[in-house]
């Protein structure tokens, strides 16, 4: 009797820690996702977006089987903490772009300011699809698939006569910043987060707004500090 009555406020502990913890696992990579490297911010959010729900139903089981009023209080203020978070993602998540732009701005402006002055190098993807203005590139010693047509990437910078230690430069900056590409449009860069988003600096006047489309079939989400917003790259 002692070992039952031991089990099931551990029980109760481990189902509702548990779905805590997931909850909070997925609202820190969705919020401070620019803060995580990309492998961190995706490991973090399919455990919380994967393993959540399990927790979720296996509350709503406890609470129903069999049905007593102190546990369908307890499932109901689980379930409304989980929608408070959803609904506090938005602004918590502005929050912390434009804390992350404060933080590295001088790297941030330093970095675009290079890229612009450099002029052989408008488009880099060192991380998704592995490309330097536009062609698709092997790194030494990678394989590609049969189907895929890329070179080497020492082909492609004596092509554009690119300096070997540049690319290298801006390679390892942008991975310092958690950022995998860019594209470099006069004096307009766009710095990616992922295929989805990212940060896009534009010194031109007049300053963007929220929703202002733009030529590549994105849209600006929000300003986060002068000269520089975060885009979606989804109309």
Request: proline share 6%.
């Amino acid at each position: 009797m002692f070992r039952v009555r031991l089990l099931a406020p551990l029980g109760r502990a481990v189902l509702f820690g548990g779905y805590a913890l997931t909850l909070g696992l997925w609202l820190f990579a969705y919020i401070g996702h620019l803060f995580l490297s990309r492998s961190t911010e995706d490991t973090l959010s399919t455990w919380g977006f994967y393993v959540a729900p399990l927790f979720a139903g296996a509350i709503v089981l406890y609470a129903v089987s069999p049905p007593r009023r102190p546990k369908m209080w307890s499932a109901g203020v689980a379930f409304a903490v989980g929608i408070l978070v959803f609904n506090s993602t938005w602004p918590l998540r502005a929050q912390s772009d434009r804390l992350y732009v404060q933080r590295h701005q001088s790297a941030l402006n330093r970095l675009v300011a290079d890229i612009i002055a450099y002029k052989r190098i408008h488009q880099m993807d060192h991380d998704y699809m592995h490309a330097v203005n536009g062609t698709f590139f092997l790194y030494p010693g990678a394989q590609a698939a049969p189907h895929l047509k890329r070179v080497p990437l020492n082909t492609v910078l004596a092509r554009d006569s690119i300096d070997p230690i540049v690319y290298a430069d801006f390679e390892h900056r942008l991975a310092e910043l958690h950022l995998m590409a860019f594209w470099a449009d006069g004096g307009e860069v766009t710095l990616a987060r992922s295929r989805g988003g990212g940060l896009l600096y534009h010194p031109q006047d007049p300053p963007l707004t929220p929703r202002a489309r733009l030529g590549n079939s994105g849209r600006i989400v929000r300003a986060l500090a002068k000269d520089w917003y975060w885009y979606s790259s989804v109309g």
